[in-house]
């Protein structure tokens, strides 16, 4: 959502409560596509997300693991010599929905100009007191709609983070030689790399509830008739999900009684809603989700899984595999 370039940074960086990772894309000589991606775990305590906080308890310790996890920065050589040495890299930087707040509006009109699209966001958030405004910064972006024409513009996800919270994750970075060029809520990239997957938007055609699993939080986006109607976000535990997995059990309760109450609060805007289809998505396998999931809200359910990386024609070529590191497979694509 933010971005400082046109240019496609290769290289993703999640930062999560528990777990650190990084994501490299490779273009081979036949112009296919690979990923590389290696994950450390957070240092204990040094990384705790909110919205109005500073989420960095412990700049140093941050430091040190994402040295050892990014690896030192490359130099520019020219016919053998070095000409620019230990240059930060551009990266994409993805931070935890829980580090920030979302709302969807819905606008009669979108003026040409940035200034005057964020002038009329700000006024609207601020008239409908959707968001916290005062020291935040906003990005948005147009969600995909199958309605026609200038309606495709009406629907806007909306994101805002405290500017002290986003500095102090971009200073992180650039103290260990990274340039964050885009900085995007890692949900948002998930929904991207599943409708990229899924079809595109014919894959819109009915109504669904889109849920991640991350970092301790859940997001729901519910769509209806093509349109995203509503977004929420809500913190599960503050405990770690994969540290614990005596608590799976009422981890998993909590995230379908907060299911239900998402598709509640929904319908109480959208009475037509009538949703076909459950989209899970998590940086932790929870087997035991989908089948309960199923059985308490009556709704098949698909899971956003490596296949869908490999389906777009991106392939593994080192590195790891846990369901951490999709979201900076999804950052880089």
Same mark, same amino acid.
């Given at each position: 959502?933010?971005?400082?370039?046109?240019?496609?940074?290769?290289?993703?960086?999640?930062?999560?409560?528990?777990?650190?990772?990084?994501?490299?894309?490779?273009?081979?000589?036949?112009?296919?596509?690979?990923?590389?991606?290696?994950?450390?775990?957070?240092?204990?305590?040094?990384?705790?997300?909110?919205?109005?906080?500073?989420?960095?308890?412990?700049?140093? !310790?941050?430091?040190?693991?994402?040295?050892?996890? !990014?690896? %030192?920065?490359?130099?520019?050589?020219?016919?053998?010599?070095?000409?620019?040495?230990?240059?930060? %890299?551009?990266?994409?930087?993805?931070?935890?929905?829980?580090?920030?707040?979302?709302?969807?509006?819905?606008?009669?009109?979108?003026? @040409?100009?940035?200034?005057?699209?964020?002038?009329?966001?700000?006024?609207?958030?601020?008239?409908?007191?959707?968001?916290?405004?005062?020291?935040?910064?906003?990005?948005?972006?147009?969600?995909?709609?199958?309605?026609?024409?200038?309606?495709?513009?009406?629907?806007?996800?909306?994101?805002?983070?405290?500017?002290?919270?986003?500095?102090?994750?971009?200073?992180?970075?650039?103290?260990?030689?990274?340039?964050?060029?885009?900085?995007?809520?890692?949900?948002?990239?998930?929904?991207?790399?599943?409708?990229? @997957?899924?079809?595109?938007?014919?894959?819109?055609?009915?109504?669904?509830?889109?849920?991640?699993?991350?970092?301790?939080?859940?997001?729901?986006?519910?769509?209806?008739?093509?349109?995203?109607?509503?977004?929420?976000?809500?913190?599960?535990?503050?405990?770690?999900?994969?540290?614990?997995? !005596?608590?799976?059990?009422?981890?998993?309760?909590?995230?379908?009684?907060?299911? !239900?109450?998402?598709?509640?609060?929904?319908?109480?805007?959208?009475?037509?809603?009538?949703?076909?289809?459950?989209?899970?998505?998590?940086?932790?396998?929870?087997?035991?989700?989908?089948?309960?999931?199923?059985?308490?809200?009556?709704?098949?359910?698909? %899971?956003?899984?490596?296949?869908?990386?490999?389906?777009?024609?991106?392939?593994?070529?080192?590195?790891?595999?846990?369901?951490?590191?999709?979201?900076?497979?999804?950052?880089?694509?």
């Amino acid at each position: 959502m933010w971005g400082l370039t046109t240019s496609r940074p290769r290289c993703c960086l999640k930062i999560g409560a528990q777990t650190l990772a990084w994501g490299e894309a490779v273009r081979t000589w036949r112009g296919r596509y690979r990923y590389r991606c290696v994950v450390s775990p957070a240092p204990a305590g040094a990384v705790k997300l909110s919205p109005m906080d500073l989420n960095l308890t412990d700049m140093p !310790a941050v430091e040190d693991r994402l040295r050892s996890l !990014a690896g %030192r920065n490359r130099d520019i050589r020219l016919a053998g010599p070095t000409w620019l040495s230990d240059l930060p %890299r551009p990266i994409v930087l993805l931070l935890p929905d829980l580090s920030m707040r979302a709302t969807v509006l819905h606008l009669e009109q979108l003026p @040409a100009q940035v200034e005057e699209q964020e002038a009329l966001i700000r006024w609207r958030l601020g008239q409908e007191q959707l968001l916290p405004l005062a020291g935040a910064k906003i990005a948005w972006q147009r969600f995909p709609s199958l309605g026609a024409g200038v309606e495709r513009s009406r629907i806007v996800l909306v994101v805002a983070i405290q500017e002290a919270i986003l500095k102090q994750y971009e200073s992180l970075c650039e103290s260990v030689g990274l340039l964050p060029q885009e900085v995007d809520m890692t949900s948002f990239r998930l929904f991207n790399l599943w409708l990229r @997957a899924a079809g595109g938007r014919k894959r819109l055609d009915r109504d669904l509830l889109w849920v991640s699993v991350s970092d301790g939080g859940l997001t729901c986006f519910i769509m209806q008739e093509g349109r995203l109607v509503f977004v929420r976000t809500k913190l599960l535990s503050t405990e770690g999900i994969q540290e614990h997995e !005596a608590l799976e059990g009422d981890l998993v309760d909590c995230i379908v009684e907060e299911c !239900a109450a998402s598709l509640r609060a929904c319908r109480e805007h959208q009475p037509g809603l009538n949703v076909a289809e459950i989209i899970l998505v998590g940086d932790s396998p929870l087997p035991n989700l989908e089948q309960v999931l199923t059985k308490e809200l009556g709704l098949p359910i698909q %899971r956003l899984d490596w296949e869908a990386v490999e389906s777009v024609g991106w392939k593994h070529d080192g590195g790891n595999t846990s369901w951490a590191t999709l979201p900076v497979v999804a950052g880089v694509m």
